[in-house]
């Protein structure tokens, strides 16, 4: 399965917007990009996903790099309750892994200051 | 419609106790998996379920096991439960599992003393 990478931690004031960035260099063709997002005491949720283009949703906005080697989550106003761990996974539609299992790493925790 | 349902949402348990957590999926889904979430580990896919059967399995040992049944409720067992086993449980349901996307409980939070 391919990895991902992304930093620990990030800080974002609220209302100011806020680029989570994910690295996956092993990405393979079938490879599609999912966010999903842990809040406090709760259980994941899912934030978006993409193949290859940009993707925009109620809730954030999916930037992919050209060569799919890197992809950004952008949340476009920070609020309080934006805070949580965010996960970057690829899921691959290929195959014996067409499961639903999901590889999370250990995500970026999202700081939210007021 | 209503969400990923378990319970209990806390549960105490002694070690070499054994124990069984319940799942109900979304009406509708028919896949569903389970996750070991740890502060050390993360959270670790423990195996899921589609019609009733098995289609994948993490890398936990046999203590762990699960069942489907026909109305795509779940449920997972420890046996011998160990000091380790204290996590998070969560569980996730899908319509078909493959891509789509996962829904998630609120999680077991399970303590063993």
Known sequence: DAKTTQPNSMESNEEEPVHLPCNHSTISGTDYIHWYRQLPSQGPEYVIHGLTSNVNNRMASLAIAEDRKSSTLILHRATLRDAAVYYCILRDVAGSSNTGKLIFGQGTTLQVKP | ?113
């Open chain 2, 1 to 113: 419609k209503a969400g990923v349902t378990q319970t209990p949402r806390y549960l105490i348990k002694t070690r070499g106790q054994q124990v069984t957590l319940s799942c109900s999926p979304i009406s509708g889904h028919r896949s569903v998996s389970w996750y070991q979430q740890t502060p050390g580990q993360g959270l670790q896919f423990l195996f899921e379920y589609f019609s009733e059967t098995q289609r994948n399995k993490g890398n936990f040992p046999g203590r762990f096991s699960g069942r489907q049944f026909s109305n795509s409720r779940s449920e997972m067992n420890v046996s011998t439960l160990e000091l380790g086993d204290s996590a998070l449980y969560l569980c996730a349901s899908s319509l078909l599992g493959k891509t789509d996307t996962q829904y998630f409980g609120p999680g077991t939070r399970l303590t063993v003393l």
